[in-house]
């Protein structure tokens, strides 16, 4: 067998795992981590004086998702460091104006996403709404936190891992098996089931195809951040399965659930497809530029 020429240094370049399995180890060092820096937030409680339950007691979804963010930022920088061999690891979310301003697209099209679902919902007559208070400090750690649990599952699902299985799979099955991963991952919450999982990995979509045209995780971000803190912070309706009754409006929800998405909130119903062209629309102009295939993300670091 002929071998190629050896580089200037003598030594073979570094044979870098394949995009596949890389991806795929990225997810459990993910939660690895992610536990790790739990356990040692509630260890230094205990150090600190608390009791154990009282420490276990401090965890909330913000730590978790702070620690989340931490844990997937970690893990993008020792996968591609060490299995792929990359220098300057791509953590896809650059601190520069245009992809910045792509996370402000981002959100605007969270919040038309939100505003043409909930008319939907009043025109069917499945919600009625009623004002509820002003935006007070729950409200507001509502908001913070939703920005740490858009951040950190951006990064896990559409981060390094589709950029990965990008390069594996090409463009459009990376975007649908992330999304069902995505889907997936919410099968935990109360009333889930597999019209969440659909529903979601179908906002999924929009999502790593965003992030694909753009090269950065700051318009999903932002898409990501604005549909939440719309849906249950503003509007009163089931994220996740979790009720906001500190929401700006107070909304009852009534119908089959088939359509409203019942407990778990809307994207478990067919209401929430009205919110995806919606979305797309309003997102298209960031994502006119020309499609970037896994590696190109580089160059917005």
Not at 170 to 190: D, I, Y
Request: aromatic share 10%; net charge positive.
């Amino acid at each position: 067998m002929r071998n190629g020429p050896l580089p200037r240094s003598g030594r073979r370049p570094r044979r870098r795992l394949h995009p596949g399995l890389s991806g795929f180890f990225s997810l459990p060092l993910t939660l690895v981590l992610t536990a790790s820096g739990l356990a040692l937030w509630t260890g230094c409680l205990v150090l600190a004086g608390l009791s154990p339950d009282e420490a276990l007691g401090r965890l909330n979804v913000l730590t978790i998702y702070v620690a989340m963010t931490l844990a997937a930022l970690g893990s993008t920088w020792l996968c591609s460091r060490f299995l792929d061999g990359e220098p300057r690891p791509d953590y896809g979310l650059p601190l520069a104006p245009l992809p910045l301003a792509h996370g402000l697209a981002g959100i605007a099209a969270g919040v038309a996403a939100q505003g043409a679902l909930y008319p939907a919902g009043l025109l069917t007559t499945v919600y009625a709404a009623r004002w509820n208070a002003g935006p007070g400090p729950a409200f507001w750690h509502y908001a913070l936190t939703q920005f740490f649990v858009a951040v950190g599952e951006e990064l896990f699902h559409r981060g390094y891992l589709l950029r990965r299985w990008t390069a594996w799979l090409g463009r459009w099955p990376a975007a649908a098996a992330t999304s069902l991963l995505f889907g997936a991952a919410h099968l935990l919450s109360p009333g889930a089931g597999i019209l969440s999982t659909v529903g979601i990995a179908a906002h999924g979509l929009v999502y790593a195809w965003i992030v694909q045209a753009t090269g950065s995780l700051w318009p999903a971000v932002g898409l990501h951040w604005a549909w939440n803190v719309m849906e249950a912070g503003v509007l009163g309706l089931p994220n996740s399965g979790t009720p906001a009754p500190f929401a700006l409006v107070a909304t009852a929800v009534n119908g089959p659930a088939w359509w409203t998405g019942g407990d778990f909130g809307p994207e478990a119903g067919v209401i929430s497809l009205v919110a995806i062209p919606v979305a797309w629309l309003v997102l298209w102009p960031a994502a006119r530029g020309a499609y970037r295939p896994s590696g190109a993300g580089t160059a917005a670091r």
